[in-house]
Nanobody, 125 residues
Framework: QVQLVESGGGLVQAGGSLRLSCAASGRTFSLSGMGWFRQAPGKEREFVAAISQSGTITSYADSVKGRFTISRDNGKNTVYLEMNSLKPEDTAVYYC??????????????????WGQGTQVTVSS
């Protein structure tokens, strides 16, 4: 059973930066694509970024492209989300998710089977 634990959320002023981390248990981390999603109050959960097993392929939502960077350290079983130039509309609970092990490339949205509990990011104006 994979367990994902996010950390690094908090309160930041607009224009500021945060770095989220997601630590994974188990032996499948390095075999799996990973993703970050977010859910704002009253809104549906939305895709933020994804990264392939090796870290060579990444994808971003248009709303965060150029401001956020996803990366991973397979030796530490951890995926990161570096968030810069934060905006109030980035306020949400951020979740990391793990795709199925053994697949190359990026997981499709519906393929993420394991989820963390989320970490709150609040951006004040």
């Amino acid at each position: 059973q994979v367990q994902l634990v996010e950390s690094g959320g908090g309160l930041v002023q607009a224009g500021g930066s945060l770095r989220l981390s997601c630590a994974a248990s188990g032996r499948t981390f390095s075999l799996s694509g990973m993703g970050w999603f977010r859910q704002a109050p009253g809104k549906e959960r939305e895709f933020v970024a994804a990264i392939s097993q090796s870290g060579t392929i990444t994808s971003y939502a248009d709303s965060v492209k150029g401001r956020f960077t996803i990366s991973r350290d397979n030796g530490k079983n951890t995926v990161y989300l570096e968030m810069n130039s934060l905006k109030p509309e980035d306020t949400a609970v951020y979740y990391c998710a793990q795709g199925p092990p053994g697949r190359t490339g990026l997981p499709a949205g519906g393929d993420f089977g394991s989820w963390g509990q989320g970490t709150q990011v609040t951006v004040s104006s």
